[in-house]
C-alpha cells in the first residue's frame, strides 16, 4: 500500500498522511464525553486535540464531518471545526459563503459551496487545487492525498489520484478512503486504488448497494440485506443490531445508526466504541482516527 500510518508503542502518530509526518501524539488514556448542553452535536472518544470538544455555541447543525484528529459541522450554511490543527494548520476560510455540504480528509476539508468547490488544509500532491470545469457538482469525498467530486461529466478527482474505472451505469454515491475509493454505481459496489488489505475487492454476493464509506483498511456497505464490511478483517466484524444503517468508516473503528442510537466497532483504545446515552437519538453520524460525532435530533434543532 502507498498509505503510510506509522503506531509506535501502541500510540498513534496521525496528523497527516501518506508520506507527512509531524510529529509523535500519544492518545489520551482517559477520555470523556464531551459535547455541551446548547449544541446538537455529541462527540465520544479521543480527546488528545480536543477534537471531542463540542464547540458550546454550536447549534443547527445539519451535518458534521472527520477523518483524522479533527472534527467539522455545518451550521446554517457555515462550516465550523474543532480539534488538531485548526487553528494554526488549516482554519476555515473566511470567505467561504453559503455552504451546502462539506467533506473531511486526514489534513484537508473542502466544502460545497454556492459559488463552487473549495479546499482548505495541508497542500500536498495539488488536494486543494480543484479543477476549474469542474461542471454540475453533486457531492464531494475527501480523501487521504485527494478528492472526489461526483458531477455531471462523472467522477472527477485533483490531487494524488488513481484511474477510475470507466461506469456504464447511473453513479449514485461516491467515498474518498486513504489510498482508495468507492463507489455506488446502479445499485451496485465499486472500488478502485490500493489494495493491501482487500479493501477495494467488494464481495461478489453483497447485492444491492444504498450507501457506502471507504476508510483505511476496510470499506462498510448498506446494503439491502444490511451492513456488509470487507477488507482488514480486524475491523469488518459488523455486531448485531437492529436496523443498522448509516455506516461511517474510520481507520481502526466503524459506526453506524441502529434502532437503539449508535453502534460502533473495532478497537476501543480511546474509548471510541463506547456510545453516550445522549446519542440515542442520534440522526447522522461522523468517524475519525480515534472518535465519532452525531447529530443529536432529539435536541428539537436539527433542520
Known sequence: MTWCLFRQNLTATFLLVFFVILGD??????IE???SLD???VCWGSNEYQQTSVPQDLVGVTQVSSKGSFSCALAQGRVRCWGLGIEDIFPVPKDLGEVLQITSGFAHNCALTKKGVRCWGHEQDGKLKVPNNLGEVFQIAAGGEYTLALTNKGIRCWGKCFRAPVFSGSIEFISAGGCFACAVVSGQAHCWGCNGKGQVEVPSDLGLVREISAGVYHVCANTINGIRCWGDK????VPGGDNLSMPRVGVYHSCALSDTGV???GDNDSNQLEVPPAAVDAASIAVGDSHTCAIVSARGRLP
Open 263 to 265: 453502534l460502533c466497532w
Open 33 to 35: 464525553e464531551r459535547s
Open 25 to 30: 501524539f500519544a492518545w489520551a488514556s482517559a
Open 234 to 237: 480486524a475491523y469488518t466484524q
Open 39 to 41: 449544541s446538537n452535536v
